[in-house]
């Protein structure tokens, strides 16, 4: 099943998360998304170390819909360089993938 993607991307809040989440869910971007969160996150950023509160999203969509999600998460996030992740699941559940597939679409199809 490796024409499905999750994604992991984070989040200031989870008003923005939501907000963001819902939309690209709504578009089809994306069939679902878990949001996580209670996120620690301990990262470089202009040569300091930063900690941050955050919230982790965890989108579902599809490799042929992937363009058109990334593309649309970057426009939307309030993040300079926002964590946009792709993992490919090694195995999922028949009904699920089938699930998934049906609810994301490709923009103009």
């Known amino acids: 099943m490796n024409e499905l993607l999750l994604i992991l991307s984070t989040f200031p809040d ?3 998360a939501r907000q963001i989440g819902t939309l690209l869910v709504e578009t089809q971007l994306a069939a679902c998304v878990n949001l996580l969160p209670g996120a620690e996150s301990l990262y470089r950023w202009e040569d300091q170390v930063e ?16 363009p058109a999600f990334k593309a649309k998460l970057q426009e939307l996030h309030p993040y300079e360089v926002p964590e946009i992740v792709a993992l490919r699941p ?9 699930w998934l597939l ?3 679409a490709v923009p103009g199809r």
């Open 90 to 98: 090694e195995d999922v559940a028949a009904s699920y993938a089938a």
């Open 102 to 104: 049906n609810n994301v």
């Open 51 to 66: 900690t941050a509160s955050e919230v982790m999203a965890v989108f579902k969509t599809s490799q042929e819909v992937f």
């Open 14 to 16: 989870l008003a923005k």
